[in-house]
């Protein structure tokens, strides 16, 4: 959670709001992973026997395809952070989508 908040939130807040808050956005984002993880759990508690059964007629490609995008869905977000700050790119504003001087 902290790799996908500390970055919009520093665009908009100062560092002295970010550690002044920083606390509540924790609670905050534990709260959400607990909620998203008990949502998850009633949608999905029960029905792994049904999706066995769509998957067993999946082709090896079809299967493999879908793996990576998977893995894309996954890597995409981290690896577009890590190129962001290895431009060197600190400045940029994440409203306009422009780097500022």
Excluded: C
Aim: glycine fraction near 6%; proline fraction near 4%; charge should be positive.
């Amino acid at each position: 959670m902290a790799i996908i908040t500390t970055p919009i939130f520093k665009y908009f807040l100062t560092k002295n709001e970010l550690a002044s808050h920083a606390k509540q956005f924790g609670w905050v984002a534990g709260l959400l992973a607990l909620v998203l993880y008990f949502l998850n759990y009633r949608k999905y508690d029960g029905k792994y026997d049904n999706y066995l059964l769509q998957w067993k007629d999946e082709s090896p490609n079809k299967r493999f395809v879908k793996g990576i995008f998977v893995i894309l869905s996954l890597s995409l977000p981290l690896i577009s952070y890590l190129l962001i700050k290895l431009i060197g790119i600190n400045n940029f504003n994440a409203l306009s989508g422009t780097i500022l001087p």
